[in-house]
């Protein structure tokens, strides 16, 4: 389940980020400030997007920057971030990016069911609205474990 994956230490609002490696770095960061990723696994996320391209960018306004587990996952669990301004990544049809959704995986099947409710979540006009308005990563938590 999303919730269990995410809280509101891995949650951070409103970031200041000139380009996307800047905002993977900064909404990834708290990844490894709570010890769930090596600074390795966000050095990945970037090389993964340098190498493929962004593909990381799934719908209008949302990258889920990822790496292989072996590039340094700890711990399974998601990073939510939002931009103050929303950058380019170089997907013509979605960007530009202002969500960011940071995955760290233990593995390649145990969050599978988080990412299913994830993508629920992305055809959800009203998660938007809460990430727009909110002031709190406490006010995103109670809408997820909703």
Not at 54 to 69: D, E, N
Not at 118 to 143: H, N, P, T, V
């Amino acid at each position: 389940m999303l919730k269990d994956l995410t809280d509101e230490k891995l949650i951070r609002l409103n970031i200041e980020a000139a380009d996307w490696e800047e905002a993977i770095r900064k909404s990834a960061q708290p990844l490894i400030d709570e010890h769930k990723v090596k600074p390795s696994y966000v050095d990945d996320m970037i090389t993964g997007v340098k190498e493929n391209g962004p593909y990381i960018v799934l719908t209008k306004h949302v990258a889920l920057p990822h790496a292989r587990p072996e590039s340094g996952a700890l711990e399974s669990a998601i990073g939510i971030a939002t931009l103050k301004t929303p950058v380019v990544f170089g997907n013509e049809a979605n960007d530009p990016v202002k969500y960011l959704f940071c995955l760290s995986a233990k593995d390649n099947m145990e969050h599978l069911n988080a990412l299913a409710e994830l993508a629920g979540m992305f055809e959800d006009a009203q998660f938007y609205r809460l990430l727009e308005q909110a002031e709190s990563a406490k006010e995103i938590m109670e809408y997820i474990s909703k």
